[in-house]
């Protein structure tokens, strides 16, 4: 090969070289699609997820987030905007949210956060291999109620009747459960169920007050969680002791125990990681995601005339003074 003819080789690959390094690389649109509002949804959290494994949003990912507001008739027409904007993936946190996406696209990767069983939901068909376009975590363990209940007895030695609230437009499988459960601890449990549409909570704590309800378990349904401020004021207003999962400890519920959703949505960050990295979504197993986490208030207790026994405080993962 003649001289001239390895320079013009080395050159065109030179050319061809340069000319890759200069294409846009192409920066993934993950959507993120919640029923509550951004202070409740804990975005911030999956953000954050996502920033720890190396993504920088505008640099090598933009995120298009999308809220509900509690309002949960407006998740259809929020999960179709993200498939007319062509995100990527679809991160979702809860099963109203699955179900919305799920419904929305049978292309786009779902991955979802939810506290249930995502079969017994219809979200997938198998655990191990889901197929499709949908996977990812679910935070449900079926011993966290007795866990919660026990709890609740050592808060309240004299425990003899727990008000359980949840939501009247979804399965009572956590209803039954938990009455079940406190019937074989040896006390009552009476359920007070809300309303998505229209949640009538000040007629439920007065129901509560009626019933001489020694404490309150919150579930871990929807709209409890949409409502879940308003929730805790009525429970210290009330001075009723109440029990909710950790979502939201700084809103001032006086026990917070059960799985962490917190830590679920970080690790839902490692799943969305997979996918756009090229695995695909349907090829990955649902993972049960069970670590557990106690928060104490003592700020809650002091207000409402509550001593927390110490063999309570030293379970506590964190106590807010």
Not at 91 to 111: E, L, Q, S
Not at 148 to 161: D, M, T
Not at 248 to 272: C, D, I, K, W
Not at 286 to 296: A, G, K, N
Request: glycine share 8%; no cysteine.
């Amino acid at each position: 090969m003649s001289k001239r003819a390895m320079t013009l080789i080395l050159t065109l690959n030179l050319f061809f070289a340069t000319f890759a390094a200069q294409q846009p690389t192409k920066i993934p649109r993950v959507g993120f699609l919640a029923p509550q509002d951004r202070s409740l949804s804990l975005f911030d959290t999956f953000r954050q997820g996502l920033a720890d494994l190396g993504y920088v949003e505008g640099k090598n990912i933009v995120i298009e987030p999308r809220f509900a507001e509690g309002q949960y008739e407006k998740l259809a027409e929020l999960a179709s905007d993200l498939v007319r904007e062509r995100v990527d993936l679809i991160a979702v946190h809860g099963v109203f949210a699955a179900w919305a996406a799920k419904k929305a696209t049978a292309d786009i990767p779902i991955v979802f956060t939810v506290w249930g069983d995502p079969m017994w939901d219809n979200l997938v068909t198998n655990l191990d291999r889901p197929g499709g376009n949908i996977s990812g975590l679910t935070t449900l363990d079926p011993q966290q109620l007795r866990k919660q209940l026990e709890l609740l007895r050592q808060l309240i030695p004299g425990l003899k009747h727990v008000a359980v609230l949840g939501e009247d437009d979804v399965s009572d499988g956590q209803i039954r459960s938990a009455e079940e459960q406190a019937h074989a601890m040896g006390f009552e449990a009476e359920r007070f169920l809300l309303s998505a549409r229209s949640p009538d909570l000040d007629g439920a704590f007065a129901a509560m007050r009626k019933g001489h309800a020694d404490a309150l378990l919150v579930l871990t349904h929807p709209v409890v969680g949409v409502y879940a401020k308003e929730i805790v004021q009525l429970a210290i207003a009330n001075r009723i002791p109440s029990l909710a999962w950790p979502n939201q400890p700084e809103l001032g519920q006086l026990l917070a125990y059960g799985t962490s959703f917190r830590e679920g949505m970080r690790h839902m960050a490692v799943y969305v990681d997979k996918v756009l990295r090229g695995a695909k979504v349907g090829d990955l197993s649902v993972e049960t995601f069970t670590r557990y986490e106690l928060i104490v208030n003592l700020k809650t207790a002091r207000e409402i005339g509550v001593t927390i026994p110490p063999e309570v405080l030293q379970k506590a993962d964190r106590v807010i003074q």
